[in-house]
């Protein structure tokens, strides 16, 4: 596949850049992460998704060096934010297949100078899924090191609720799915609602993904969510433009 060839060499080539899409608390009325998404700015093809390479990047063994310079590039930028923005930062369970991960986050934080308590990891149920000792051993070194652990995209799996015995997670990241239907659909609200229940009942901060207008916003503040991220806060941005919104000086 010519995807595959041009992923081989895109690292090298410099052609992947990070966005980053902030974390709106609205408690505090403002800004307090921001999550890197992955942007692949391919010479002919435009931006090609992450949705559509990462799984070629797991197939062909290229995710652990991708991943790692999503952690170097991400730390390195987030290094220069104020004190009380955090970076959150994806990892594919195909990163865990990977014994030095635990290694590469230390480094990357050392390097960038990155306070540990400033980095959030966000995996989804898939890593849990495989279920194997080795996984869970590293998501508790991980912790063990200061990082905050969030469990992405819950609701949207098979057992979402019991990866949260598994686990002490930090942070609930509701699924998007259900934030776009909260004002038409009330079955999307009464979940909602519990969610946010059941993560104040379990000491997890729940963040509401998605939030596209002020009306969901409004509902979701009602109900008591402490943090939302969306289109309506903003798009992933370069990380210059984030810098500008962060109040970075140049
Ligand atoms: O904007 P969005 O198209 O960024 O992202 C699509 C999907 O790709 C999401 O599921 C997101 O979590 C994932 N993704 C974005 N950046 C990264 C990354 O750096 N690493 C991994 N593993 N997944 C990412
Ligand atoms: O899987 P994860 O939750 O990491 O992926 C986040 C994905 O959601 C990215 O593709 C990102 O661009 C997208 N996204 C972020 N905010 C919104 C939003 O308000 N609406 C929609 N439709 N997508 C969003
Ligand atoms: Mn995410
Ligand atoms: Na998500």
């Known amino acids: 596949r010519a995807l ?3 992923l081989r060499r895109a690292l090298t080539a410099g052609e992947f850049q990070l966005y980053y899409q902030p974390l709106y608390h609205l408690g505090d009325d403002r800004v307090t992460g921001c999550e890197a998404l992955l942007r692949w700015n391919h010479p002919d093809r435009g931006m090609v998704s992450p949705a559509d390479f990462i799984p070629i990047a797991e197939e062909i063994g290229l995710i652990v060096q991708l991943g790692e310079w999503v952690l170097r590039q991400a730390c390195a930028e987030a290094a220069t934010w104020p004190d009380h923005v955090r970076l959150a ?27 540990a308590q400033r980095l959030e990891l966000e995996i989804t149920e898939s890593v849990l ?32 609720l019991s990866y949260l015995r598994s686990f002490p997670f930090d942070k609930i990241k509701i699924d998007q799915t259900f934030v776009r239907d ?20 379990l000491g997890i901060v729940t963040t509401a993904e998605g939030v596209e207008t002020v009306e969901q916003l409004n509902a979701l503040r009602d109900q008591g969510c402490a943090e939302i991220q969306g289109y309506f806060i903003s798009r992933p941005a370069p990380a210059s433009e984030i810098a500008r919104l962060l109040g970075v000086e140049a």
């Open 182 to 201: 909260i004002l038409e659909d009330s079955d999307a609200m009464a979940i909602i609602k519990a969610v946010l229940d059941l993560g104040s009942s």
């Open 129 to 160: 899924l495989q279920d194997n000792v080795a996984n869970m051993s590293m998501l508790h070194d991980l912790k063990a090191l200061g990082v905050r652990i969030s469990m992405d995209d819950f609701g949207t799996g098979y057992s979402s």
């Open 4 to 6: 595959e060839l041009d």
């Open 89 to 115: 930062v994806n990892l594919s369970p195909a990163q865990f297949r990977d014994r030095a991960l635990v290694s590469t986050v230390v480094s990357a934080l050392a390097v960038s100078g990155l306070p």
